[in-house]
């Protein structure tokens, strides 16, 4: 078995979270004597039908929907995709015909949406992408103008997976319905947000929000079950033809077992929220305090954002660099979002809120968990401060 040679604390929550013991307990009989396919007829099939429906309950409630509205998948990027890349394909409008169909995202979406927008521009497709202000928030005159253009298909994120970032997506999406009719499906990538902060999907339904995708390893649910909410009068294509299973719409025998994590996952996110919100805010704090005594620029500082994440950079630090030392001092943190870690591209939420390239090279995310201690933020600032100074001596010394 490979374990860990050393267990550094562990600040990257956003990138994925534990499986909670209570979650792993409610999975393991799915592993082993529930091992039924849910499409069966006989007892086994029946006990595993059973699970992925009242999985599906709890999804539902934890979000304010209704089971009928849910869909699993993977993960949140396929759910994303399966909106973006099938959402009103039967559409026969106005918008029809030699006009190419418009797509509008966020400029600081995922990059699973990101690239699945961009897929579709490779298809014919316009692709608009929503500015953003310094604080990384979408201002509603450029959500006006955009709807103006009756596109088809928007995808705009709830909470930013790097800055935490909060959009008001019901006034983003009240804003598109006031335009007029036929301004197109409107999604919400809501993965960050789940057991952060509250989501009510029946009110943003009303607001004009027809679809919203959430994740279970983000909320100590375990990698490969996520949910597309939607609304039923959304129209989508086919992404897996076969059995026939999630309404048709993403066919494959169920990973019950994941599906069953996700269902009580998603009541902890609710029964939790409140008091980990609570805690993470005094930890977030008293860490932002310190991180502007000591030089640092926090992005989307006095604005909303999700209680567990802070993003920050001290001019001339590389973030990877200090992501790196950190590392090895004993701390994991992320220098941007997990998916384009690998990449030294500086990241692109931050040049959409117009921060400067040499400054956003040296960015890094710290996101708390439920376990989160005052100590380990107490370590983690002793630790940052001879770090960054270190690095920060060490490229002064360079640049003379
Ligand atoms: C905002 C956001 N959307 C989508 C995803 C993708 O979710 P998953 O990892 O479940 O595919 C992530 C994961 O980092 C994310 O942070």
């Not at 039908?49 to 409630?61: C, G």
Request: aromatic content about 6%.
């Amino acid at each position: 078995m490979v374990s860990l040679s050393f267990a550094p604390i562990y600040f990257d929550y956003n990138a994925t979270t534990p499986v909670d013991e209570r979650v792993l307990e409610a999975m393991l009989p799915y592993f082993s004597t529930r091992y039924g396919n849910a499409s069966s007829r006989h007892e086994y099939g029946r006990v595993a039908l059973a699970a992925l429906e009242k999985a599906r309950e709890q999804v539902a409630s934890a979000v304010g929907a209704h089971p009928t509205e849910v869909i699993f998948t993977s993960g949140g990027s396929e759910a994303n995709n399966l909106f973006l890349k099938g959402a009103g394909a039967s559409f026969r409008g106005a918008a029809a015909g030699n006009k190419a169909e418009t797509v509008v995202i966020g400029a600081t979406e995922h990059l699973c949406v990101l690239n699945a927008a961009r897929q579709l521009r490779g298809q014919g497709w316009r692709l608009a992408q929503l500015p953003v202000d310094g604080g990384g928030r979408i201002r509603p005159a450029d959500v006006e103008a955009a709807a103006r253009e009756k596109p088809r298909r928007w995808s705009v994120m709830l909470a930013n997976n790097e800055t935490g970032v909060i959009q008001d997506i019901a006034s983003l999406a009240a804003t598109v319905q006031a335009v007029g009719p036929d301004c197109g499906w409107f999604h919400t990538d809501a993965v960050q947000a789940l057991g952060k902060i509250p989501i009510n999907f029946r009110a943003l339904n009303a607001a004009g929000v027809h679809a919203l995708t959430i994740s279970a390893h983000k909320a100590y649910g375990p990698k490969g079950a996520a949910a597309l909410i939607m609304d039923k009068r959304l129209d989508l294509m086919t992404q897996i033809a076969g059995g026939g299973q999630e309404r048709g719409l993403r066919s494959g025998t169920e990973n019950i077992a994941a599906i069953v994590g996700f269902g009580a996952a998603c009541e902890l996110a609710v029964s939790r929220l409140k008091a980990r919100a609570k805690a993470q805010t005094v930890l977030r704090t008293r860490l932002e305090i310190r991180l502007g005594e000591m030089g640092a620029t926090v992005f989307g500082m006095g604005v909303p954002r999700l209680p567990n994440t802070c993003f920050f950079a001290f001019p001339s630090v590389d973030g990877e660099t200090l992501v790196g030392k950190l590392d090895r001092s004993g701390f994991a943190i992320a220098s941007g979002s997990a998916c384009s870690s690998a990449k030294s591209a500086p990241s692109h939420v931050l040049l959409a809120m117009g921060v400067p390239d040499e400054l956003a090279r040296c960015a890094a995310r710290v996101s708390m968990g439920e376990k989160t201690k005052p100590a380990e933020i107490e370590g983690f600032l002793l630790a940052l401060q001879e770090t960054a100074t270190k690095l920060s001596r060490f490229a002064a010394n360079t640049r003379l």
